[in-house]
């Protein structure tokens, strides 16, 4: 069996310090942690600049002509995905986009200085969504050094020197500059993950993470203990995954209830599903009708999504107890039923298995073939 370990989603793999588990959101403080996946900005490009009227002066030449040069042209507004950034945290304090405008034309047909673009840089995964009807996606950036043009600057105006003709050889007409584009957009970000983790409040979610991965996950024996996703890089059999877990799923989620609903959107990219169900819950088939229908419910093909049902706890139970389970989960529709415990590490191995079967030939965080580590075949440990 592999070790697991986790390291920051978005560091460069040949950067990560294997040994050394970090939790891959930022810590502010002691124990309050920052993770903001929705905002809304500003933005606006930058104006052309405006084209001078000038005249040639030089000592004795009484007519010189029009000499006055173009507008610069404004600059653009472009967005930047980059690794390292994990949360829109920053855009809660910083609002206010603007570009520089071009500069203004200038004698001795000089043209003005083109503005130099601003660039607004998100993390991995983010989406542009239009304000107006906040469904249109505008852009998508799903890899580390995209970018997008959202914004084009104005064109500069032409200077009094472009209107020179042979019947009028001193005009003083010039353009103003083209204005520049302006709109409020939000910023919706998707996390990348391979595997999404979804379960009801206290199934287990959080010490399944850690144990896979040594995410540090808070745990605790009361509703909502997960109150932001958590990801986890986990290691198993040569191959590594992302692991997403969001908070758990109540009846009603997908129209508000709870807080689950509010972190489905991190869990669409995913390839497979790992749906965990508290074996000690009171009726672990109803459990699981109420996180199927609400992912139904909230669309995002969600519903299409392969799922591995995996009954967790089974620690807390006799053998013959788990099997019962198992069989009635897979009686009411279940496709695959795993008896796991994310206390013991017990059947995780098997689940693992499964859930490779799954992902691609290179997932988010794999490397080329030949540049991959192997997993060292070792008991199941947190590191």
């Not at 509703?223 to 059999?237: D, I």
Request: aromatic share 8%; proline share 5%.
């Amino acid at each position: 069996m592999a070790g697991f370990f986790v390291y920051p989603r978005w560091m460069d793999m040949a950067l990560a310090i294997r040994p050394s588990p970090l939790n891959v959101f930022e810590r502010a403080g002691t124990n309050t942690m920052h993770f903001l996946d929705q905002a809304k900005i500003y933005i606006r490009s930058g104006g052309g600049g405006p084209g001078a009227v000038s005249f040639r002066r030089e000592k004795y030449v009484e007519y010189g002509g029009p000499d006055g040069g173009n507008g610069g042209k404004g600059a653009d507004v472009v967005f930047e995905a980059v690794a390292g950034l994990n949360t829109l945290i920053d855009f809660r304090y910083t609002q206010h986009f603007k570009a520089p405008r071009g500069g203004h034309g200038m004698g001795k047909n000089r043209n003005g200085a083109q503005g130099k673009e601003l660039v607004i840089k998100v993390p991995v995964g983010t989406q542009i969504v239009d304000d107006e009807d906040r469904e249109t996606v505008l852009a998508d950036l799903t890899e580390a050094g995209q970018r997008v043009t959202l914004l084009e600057g104005g064109m500069g105006g032409r200077g009094n020197a472009s209107y020179k003709t042979s019947t009028n050889r001193a005009p003083r007409q010039h353009q103003p500059g083209i204005p520049a584009q302006e709109m409020w957009v939000w910023l919706r970000l998707k996390l990348l993950a391979d595997v999404g983790l979804v379960g009801m409040p206290n199934a287990g979610k959080s010490t399944f993470i850690n144990k896979l991965s040594n995410a540090k996950a808070k745990v605790g024996d009361y509703a909502f203990t997960t109150l932001r996703p958590q990801l986890g890089v986990v290691m198993h059999k040569n191959r590594e995954f992302v692991l997403a877990d969001i908070p758990g799923l109540i009846a009603g989620a997908a129209e508000g209830a709870g807080i689950g609903d509010r972190f489905l959107g991190h869990i669409e990219r995913c390839r497979v599903l790992v749906h965990l169900i508290d074996i000690s819950n009171a009726d672990p088939v109803e459990a699981m009708h109420i996180v199927e229908e609400e992912l139904e419910a909230y669309g995002g093909d969600l519903e299409g999504k392969p799922r591995l049902v995996a009954l967790n706890k089974i620690d807390l139970v006799d053998d013959a107890l788990a099997a019962e389970y198992a069989k009635e989960l897979l009686k009411a529709g279940a496709h695959e039923v795993f008896p796991i415990s994310g206390a013991t590490g017990k059947g995780m191995s098997k689940l693992l298995d499964a859930v490779i079967d799954y992902l691609p030939a290179a997932t988010v965080t794999e490397r080329p073939e030949g540049e991959r580590e192997e997993a060292d075949d070792k008991p199941w440990s947190p590191l």
